[in-house]
């Protein structure tokens, strides 16, 4: 079966364009999240999607970032006027159900690595 | 707040060594714990988790972890290690839906 799957792989803009990242989570899975991985840090929470319910975006930096995700299917996140702070590999993962209530772990797919010139 | 860390950023080893990576957490309530390995060019995979029930958990390719609840720690282990270990680690801590990763540790396995 399909994991996680992003796209694009590689995505190089200037500095003030628009960027839309997008996620296609595995079958079936309820939630989705984002994350983005700056080099040399850890993984750094941006976005919650679970269900029909309102998402949990308190880990988006700035206002620049959105995301959306009809039902439970695909997410696209979006960046606007981008900064080269942004340059970052951007991570999606899918899980079955709320993880504390199912005890399924998250799948990630590959990322996007984005550069911000 | 969710916390995670992750005491050595680079770990070098000789094949057969045994290894300890260090996590350790700060959280109030209940969490899963996890951790990550990503090898070089490849996406993060699931090493290991822990929810409940026995604090020592197995997970693939020999590696195993012990959740110590009393000193907030999740530390990884493997008794021999092998060149194709290469990778970072990411130990990894989820509390009331959020997910938050260490800073990871490089392992480098000399042959």
């Known amino acids: 079966g399909a994991g996680v799957s992003q796209s694009p792989s590689n995505k190089v803009t200037e500095k003030g364009k628009d960027v839309e990242l997008r996620c296609d989570p595995i079958?079936?899975?309820?939630?989705l999240y984002w994350y983005r991985q700056r080099l040399g840090q850890g993984l750094e929470f941006l976005i919650y999607?679970?269900?029909?319910?309102?998402?949990?975006k308190s880990g988006l930096p700035s206002d620049r970032f959105s995301a959306e995700r009809t039902g439970e299917s695909v997410s696209t996140l979006t960046i606007q006027r981008t900064q080269q702070e942004d340059s970052a590999v951007y991570l999606c993962?899918?899980?079955?159900?709320?993880?504390?209530?199912?005890?399924?772990?998250?799948?990630f797919g590959d990322g996007t690595r984005l550069s911000i010139l | 707040a969710q916390s995670v860390s992750q005491h050595n950023h680079h770990v070098i080893l000789s094949e057969a060594a045994s290894l300890e990576l260090g996590c350790n957490y700060s959280?109030?309530?209940?969490?899963?714990l996890f951790w990550y390995v990503q090898y070089p060019g490849q996406h993060l995979q699931l090493l290991l988790k822990?929810?409940?029930?026995?604090?020592l958990v197995k997970g693939i390719k020999g590696f195993e972890a012990e959740f110590i609840k009393s000193k907030f720690s999740f530390n990884l282990r493997k008794p021999s290690v092998q060149w194709s270990d290469t990778a970072e680690y990411f130990c990894?801590?989820?509390?009331?839906?959020?997910?938050?990763f260490g800073q990871g540790t490089r392992l480098t396995i000399n042959p």
């Open positions: 993962a899918s899980s079955l159900d709320r993880p504390l209530v199912s005890n399924q772990p998250q799948h």
């Open positions: 079958s079936g899975h309820t939630a």
């Open positions: 822990y929810f409940s029930g026995d604090p």
């Open positions: 959280y109030g309530g209940t969490v899963n």
């Open positions: 990894a801590v989820q509390g009331a839906q959020k997910l938050v």
């Open positions: 999607f679970q269900g029909n319910s309102a998402p949990d």
